[in-house]
C-alpha cells in the first residue's frame, strides 16, 4: 500500500520517485527549464545527488554507463533544445547498445507550446517513433499528479523486453505545480523465459550438431545469468565467443573460450565461426559489427543452423531467418538452457580445444618499437586489481584492449567492460567518471584515443570536482582520427584528407583539471608511470605518444598503403 504524502513541488515528487525507484546518482547539466527538480535534488541531498557534467553529451555517457555497470536505468537531466541536442548521442549509444536510461528533458511552459518559443523542440518527433535507433518510448507529463505514474512506466519500459533509453519531457510549468500525488513502488521487469518445447528443439539440435558455436552478448545479464551459461558451456563442452563489445559475459581465461566477435576480429575465429554448424547466439542482436558486415552469417538465411535467443521479439526475424527463435530475458534464458543435459560423450571436443588455442595464440604479439600497445594493455592488467573496470570511445586504440585486455564475467566483479557497441567517440571518459564516482572502491582504466579523448575530455573536471580517485586515463597520442587515415591508406592511399590533428600538451592539459599526468614516450616508461599512478590514490592521465604508422593490432599504414597501391596496380 502506497500512502499519501503531503503537497509539494511536482519537480520534488520527481525526486522522490526516483528514489523509491533506488536510485541514488542522476547526471546532467542543468538547465532554468527544471530548476524546481534541482531544488528537489537538494531537499533530498543526504538521499540523493546530483552530479553537473561539463556537457550533455558526457552527461548522458555517464548515465549509459550507470545503466551498463548497474542493470537499472541510468539518469540524465538535460534541459530543453540545445540540452536535449547534445544529450542525443548518449541516448543513441543506449539504443544500439540495448542499455536501460531515463533521459529527462526541461521543456518550455505548456501555454508557450507550438509556437516555436526559445529552445522549444517536439521530443516525441525528434526521439519518437519516427526516428527508429533513439528512444523506446517518448513521453511528456502535463499533469503533475501523474508524474509518479510516468516515471514508474518509465522505468518499466526501460527494463523490460530488448532494454534501452526513454525520455521523459517535462514542462516548466507542470515542475512548479503543486502535488499531494504518492510516489510508486521500486519498478521490476516482468522477465520472460523460453517455452519447454523450444528448450526440447534447441536441445534436439545440439545433439545433431558438429560443429556448434555459442555466441553470446546483449544486455539484462547478471551474476546469475552468467554463472549458468558458464556451466551450461562446460557441461556441453562448447566453445564461446563474445559479441562485439560484451566481452565481460564469459570469463576470457576460461578454456572454453574462443574469443570477441567484433571489429578487429581474430581470422581464424572469424572461419571458425563460418565454419560451424550450428550458431547458438543468446543475447546479441547480430548486428553489423558482430557478423563482419553480415558476412559471417549471410543475411537473411546463414548457411549454418542459427538459434537465437533474444530479449525482444521484434529482434527475432528481423535481420535472420533462424532455425529457432526462442523469446527470453537474459536473466532467465541461461538458467533455463542450464537445465539441458548434456550428453555422455560430444563430438567437438577438439573443436573447443582449438578453438581457445587460437585464442591464446592471438595474445601472442610482434615486438613494436618505441612504444608497443600490446605490452601496455597486459601491463595494464598485470598490474591493475581484478575488478578493474575498463572503459573505452571509439578508434583503432581500442582493438589493442579487446584483443590483450582477458575481461572476468559479471559472476566475479560485475561489469568490467564499458564500451560503446554504436561505436560513439567520446565514451570512454564520460564512462571512466560515471564509475569512479559510483564506485569508488573500484580502480577504473579508460584508453583513450587523442581524437577520442577531445571530443569529451572536459569530464576530467567532473571527475576532480566530485572527488574521483582510482581512475587512471590513458590517451594514445597519433596525431591522426587513426580509423579514418587506415581507410584512406586502404581506399585512397597516400590521398590523406581531413584526419589530422593538432592536439594539445596532454600531460599538461590534465594537471590543468587537478590530474595528476605524466607522459610516455617508450615501452620501459610505461611501467613505472603506471605503478605510481595506482600508488598515488590521485587520479591521473597518462600521455602515450605513438607512431602513427602503428595503426592496428595486425597493420601498419605503410603495410595498407602498400598492399592498395599494389591492388590498384594490378
Known amino acids: ?15 522522490e520517485a526516483l528514489i523509491s525507484q533506488g536510485v541514488d546518482t542522476a547526471f546532467g547539466v542543468p538547465g ?7 531544488d528537489g535534488f537538494h531537499e533530498h541531498r543526504d538521499r540523493i545527488r546530483f552530479i553537473a ?6 552527461a548522458s555517457f555517464m548515465a549509459d554507463a550507470q545503466g551498463k555497470l548497474s542493470g537499472r536505468p541510468g539518469i540524465c537531466f538535460v534541459t530543453r533544445g540545445p540540452g536535449a541536442t547534445n544529450a542525443s548521442i548518449g541516448l543513441h549509444t543506449a539504443f544500439q547498445d540495448s542499455t536501460p536510461m531515463i533521459l529527462f528533458v526541461g521543456q518550455v511552459a505548456s501555454d508557450q507550446r507550438d509556437r516555436e518559443a526559445f529552445q522549444e523542440v517536439d521530443y516525441r518527433q525528434m526521439f519518437g517513433p519516427g526516428t527508429l535507433g533513439m528512444a523506446k518510448w517518448v513521453g511528456e507529463v502535463h499533469d503533475a499528479d501523474r508524474l509518479p505514474e510516468y516515471v514508474a512506466r518509465a522505468f518499466h519500459t526501460a527494463l523490460q523486453g530488448r532494454p ?18 504518492p510516489v510508486l513502488p521500486r519498478v521490476e521487469p516482468a522477465l520472460a523465459w523460453p517455452a519447454p518445447g523450444a528448450l526440447r528443439e534447441l536441445r534436439s539440435m545440439l545433439m545433431a550438431a558438429q560443429r556448434p558455436f555459442v555466441i553470446v552478448g546483449g544486455s539484462g545479464w547478471d551474476a546469475v545469468s552468467c554463472d549458468a551459461l558458464q556451466r551450461f558451456a562446460e557441461g556441453w563442452n562448447l566453445p564461446v565467443g563474445c559479441a562485439f563489445r560484451f566481452q565481460d ?7 572454453n573460450y574462443a574469443g570477441d566477435v567484433g571489429i578487429g576480429i581474430n581470422p581464424k575465429l572469424a572461419q571458425r565461426v563460418i565454419d560451424a554448424d550450428l550458431i547458438l547466439a543468446i543475447g546479441p542482436r547480430l548486428g553489423e559489427m558482430t557478423t563482419s558486415g553480415y558476412t559471417l552469417l549471410k543475411a537473411p538465411r546463414p548457411t549454418q543452423k542459427l538459434i537465437h535467443v533474444h530479449a525482444g521479439a521484434e529482434e527475432l526475424g528481423r535481420v535472420y531467418a533462424a532455425d529457432l527463435m526462442l523469446q527470453a530475458s537474459m536473466a532467465c534464458a541461461a538458467k533455463a538452457i542450464e537445465t539441458l ?27 613494436v618499437a618505441p612504444l608497443d600497445m600490446a605490452v601496455v594493455v597486459k601491463t595494464v592488467q598485470r598490474l591493475a586489481p581484478a575488478d578493474t573496470v575498463y572503459t573505452n570511445g571509439a578508434g583503432n586504440y581500442s582493438g589493442w584492449l579487446h584483443r590483450y585486455c582477458r575481461y572476468y564475467a559479471l559472476q566475479h566483479h560485475g561489469r568490467t567492460q564499458l ?3 554504436s561505436g560513439a567517440m567520446g565514451y570512454g571518459v564520460p564512462a571512466a567518471v560515471a564509475a569512479a564516482l559510483l564506485y569508488p572502491q573500484r580502480t577504473v582504466v579508460n584508453i583513450a584515443g587523442d581524437g577520442d579523448f577531445l571530443m569529451t575530455g572536459q569530464e576530467l573536471a567532473t571527475a576532480s570536482g566530485y572527488g574521483a580517485k582510482r581512475l587512471v586515463s590513458i590517451v594514445v597520442d597519433n596525431g591522426t582520427y587513426g580509423t579514418i587515415r587506415m581507410h584512406q591508406e586502404r581506399e585512397y592511399p597516400g590521398r590523406v584528407s581531413g584526419s589530422d590533428l593538432f592536439n594539445p600538451d596532454f600531460a599538461a592539459l590534465a594537471k590543468a583539471y587537478g590530474f595528476e599526468s ?10 613505472p608511470a603506471f605503478a605510481a599512478a595506482l600508488a598515488s590514490g590521485k587520479p591521473t592521465l597518462l600521455h602515450l605518444l605513438l607512431d602513427a604508422d602503428v595503426s592496428t593490432t595486425r597493420a601498419t599504414l605503410t603495410a595498407m598503403r602498400t598492399a592498395a597501391l599494389a591492388r590498384k596496380a594490378g
Open 1 to 15: 500500500m502506497t500512502l499519501a504524502t503531503p503537497r509539494r513541488l511536482a519537480g520534488h515528487a520527481l525526486v
Open 518 to 527: 605524466s607522459t610516455v614516450r617508450k615501452t620501459a616508461e610505461f611501467e
Open 53 to 58: 557534467c561539463r556537457q550533455e553529451g558526457g
Open 164 to 181: 534501452g533509453p526513454v525520455v521523459l519531457v517535462l514542462p516548466e510549468d507542470m515542475l512548479t505545480r503543486g502535488t499531494d500525488a
Open 341 to 367: 543435459a548434456p550428453p555422455t560423450t560430444v563430438a567437438w571436443g577438439e573443436w573447443t580445444a582449438s578453438a581457445h588455442a587460437d585464442y591464446e595464440a592471438n595474445h601472442i604479439a610482434p615486438a
Open 249 to 255: 559475459l564469459f570469463d576470457n581465461r576460461h578454456p
Open 32 to 38: 532554468e527549464s527544471f530548476l524546481a527538480v534541482l
Open 419 to 421: 564500451a560503446p557497441t
